[in-house]
């Protein structure tokens, strides 16, 4: 294959880059927010890009959106209200609406463009899109936490992109005190954190920072592998009010009713340990 069949999304600041065989391009086009793309793979089936960046492929979704979700679903009691900022491709929502628990789920997602393309070219992400147990708003997801009722999530799931643009105002402690403010009294936020490699010392570590400030006290981060993300590793960060994200039912999670492609219950447990390096550039968060 020659050079011209690979998409190559460098990650200039850490020296790296990940690429993938191409075959052809299915679809682009520029949003007033963003440019979508949609490739079609040689070995990972179609891959959404937005800005020149990796988001989604067929292949390995099902890492990031299990993870996003499901340790959080089997950490809160009895989750009932979801909300989802941001998650236009609609995998989260999908892996969310798995819990019969849940009654309710609200996805925020600014560009509405990235959810109808996701219809066409993730239509296995989109499948439940019309599961009455939802509702659409594209809209932005800070003005919608600000009007939101106080004391009315159970669980708040921050699906955005890297924290630049207009993702960046979803990781300072003005909208974390917002996201404490409409979580119930045992509620739960989860929002994706970047890499542990890449980041451990700067954005993850400032997350924590920023959400304690906030008033969310208990934090915890959770690593998983995510290929297609610079550094080949990811994670999401759980925080609360009281309730302690390292705390989970386990029993739930072994009986759980659905078949997931990563989660299990020893899963959950692995991804609750902190390395040794985030151990230390973290301890002094504790």
Not at 81 to 100: A, F, N, Q, R, Y
Not at 131 to 151: H, K, L, T
Not at 171 to 188: A, T, Y
Request: charged fraction near 20%; charge should be negative.
């Amino acid at each position: 294959m020659n050079q011209s069949k690979w998409f190559t999304e460098i990650w200039a600041g850490d020296g790296s880059s990940f690429s993938l065989g191409i075959e052809e391009l299915l679809h682009s086009e520029q949003t007033p927010y963003q440019n979508i793309e949609i490739y079609k793979t040689t070995h990972w089936g179609n891959l959404m890009v937005l800005d020149g960046c990796y988001m989604v492929s067929d292949r390995d979704n099902f890492l990031y959106h299990e993870m996003m979700t499901h340790p959080a679903l089997f950490t809160h009691p009895d989750p009932q209200t979801v909300v989802i900022i941001g998650g236009g491709d609609c995998g989260t929502l999908s892996e969310v609406l798995k819990h019969p628990s849940v009654k309710k789920v609200v996805q925020v997602e600014i560009d509405e463009r990235v959810t109808r393309v996701a219809e066409k070219f993730f239509p296995e992400l989109c499948a439940n899109n019309n599961d009455p147990r939802v509702e659409f708003v594209f809209g932005d997801g800070i003005q919608w936490i600000e009007q939101a009722a106080a004391n009315s999530i159970d669980l708040l799931i921050v699906d955005s992109t890297d924290p630049v643009g207009p993702a960046a105002g979803l990781f300072n402690r003005e909208f974390f005190s917002q996201c404490l403010r409409v979580l119930g009294d045992q509620g739960l936020m989860v929002q994706q954190s970047e890499s542990p490699l890449y980041h451990t010392h700067s954005i993850i570590k400032e997350l924590h920072l920023e959400m304690k400030a906030a008033g969310l006290t208990q934090v915890h981060t959770l690593p998983f592998p995510q290929p297609i993300y610079p550094s080949g590793w990811w994670s999401c960060t759980m925080a609360s009010k009281d309730l302690n994200p390292k705390t989970y039912n386990r029993q739930r999670a072994e009986q759980k009713t659905f078949i997931t492609h990563y989660y299990n219950a020893d899963i959950h447990q692995a991804a609750l340990a902190y390395p040794e390096f985030m151990r230390r550039g973290l301890e002094s968060l504790t």
